[in-house]
T-cell receptor, first 114, second 116 residues
């Protein structure tokens, strides 16, 4: 059974810092991995999607890497801003089958202080 | 990114009534949608997988007669909480799987249900 772990559970940093969020998964047989952001009382916003054949994806100040063999992914946030404060979730999808379910980590709650 | 619209965003109802929540993929087709429930400060719990034109697949422990799911078109899935009780109060979130090789999931904004 796939298990996804996110470390740290919570993180508080001053504005402007670069930071790394970690995600690990136990079964390396994945189809893709997705990073999401969730603001309080809201749904999830997709940030980055990495296919199993890819090593990294970038969008603006965000960079996500994937090391499938070691079961790890990191989300790098450059020059953090107070607006980045949210819960960040990673999720892995096991196969291409449309019904294949995502397995989520418990999330990292990020607070960026002005 | 693609847009998934969920409605209503919040609803308050009396115990015993039924509540319907809609999930629409606005700019793409989705043969598969997922319904989740989220408790405060917890991650998402998958309730069921909704497949266009066929019956939904429910996760273990989720009552299919309690949570009716209909996926009548490629852009719309509905979740009906029947005979709602206070313990059904929760945050319900849907997601839609964009067709294609990428397999990217997009989520709705969520629906906060409060049963009095």
């Amino acid at each position: 059974k796939q298990e996804v772990t996110q470390i740290p559970a919570a993180l508080s940093v001053p504005e402007g810092e670069n930071l790394v969020l970690n995600c690990s998964f136990t079964d390396s047989a994945i189809y893709n991995l997705q990073w999401f952001r969730q603001d309080p009382g809201k749904g999830l916003t997709s940030l980055l999607l990495i296919q199993s054949s890819q090593r990294e994806q970038t969008s603006g100040r965000l960079n996500a890497s994937l090391d499938k063999s070691s079961g790890r992914s990191t989300l790098y946030i450059a020059a953090s801003q107070p607006g980045d404060s949210a819960t960040y979730l990673c999720a892995v999808r096991p196969s291409k089958t449309s019904g294949s379910r995502l397995t989520f980590g418990e999330g990292t709650q990020l607070t960026v202080n002005p | 990114g693609a847009v998934v619209s969920q409605h209503p965003s919040w609803v308050i109802c009396k115990s015993g009534t039924s509540v319907k929540i809609e999930c629409r993929s606005l700019d793409f087709q989705a043969t598969t949608m997922f319904w989740y429930r989220q408790f405060p400060k917890q991650s998402l719990m998958l309730m069921a997988t909704s497949n266009e034109g066929s019956k939904a697949t429910y996760e273990q422990g989720v009552e299919k007669d309690k949570f009716l799911i209909n996926h009548a078109s490629l852009t719309l899935s509905t979740l009906t909480v029947t005979s709602a009780h206070p313990e059904d109060s929760s945050f319900y979130i849907c997601s839609a799987l964009m067709q294609g090789p990428a397999g990217e999931l997009f989520f709705g904004e969520g629906s906060r249900l409060t049963v009095l």
